[in-house]
């Protein structure tokens, strides 16, 4: 069974994306906003896809608030977890954005939120999970 991390600070956000991927792709699915379990978590091989929230509002390392853009950094940087393809989730939507966030980051993908189309991210997050097979 696939394992995805959900890094999503917003309790309806992390429902939905768990719900959804744990029904309609048959993951094993792992909440989590705390940075160490994070990055543990991504760079310890037991992760096939992290899903990152790129604003978190509760996350620190080393006592510093830490964005999802910087901890997809820290990953990408990991020898261990540079082949963990992460997908950055955000509202932050506008046009030149996602090109933004993912050259900043180093992430695979990107999914602008609120998830309109259950359908669709589904379909995205399954092609990713199959590429990282």
Known sequence: MKHVLVVEDDAHNAILFSKLLSKRVGCRITL????????????????DLVIMDVS?????????????VDLTRMIKA????????????????????????LA????DDYVSKPIIDHAAF??????MLEEAA
Do not use: W
């Not at 989590?32 to 760079?43: F, T």
């Not at 978190?56 to 999802?68: A, I, Q």
């Open 56 to 68: 978190l509002g509760n996350t620190s390392y080393d006592g510093r608030p830490v964005s999802g």
């Open 122 to 127: 589904v379909e995205q997050v399954r092609g």
């Open 32 to 47: 989590s906003e705390s940075a160490e379990e994070i990055l543990a978590l991504a760079c310890g091989g037991d992760v």
């Open 78 to 101: 990991d020898p261990q977890g540079v082949g963990v393809p992460v997908m950055l989730a955000t509202a932050h939507a506008m046009r030149g954005d996602a090109e933004k966030l």
């Open 104 to 107: 900043q980051s180093g992430a």
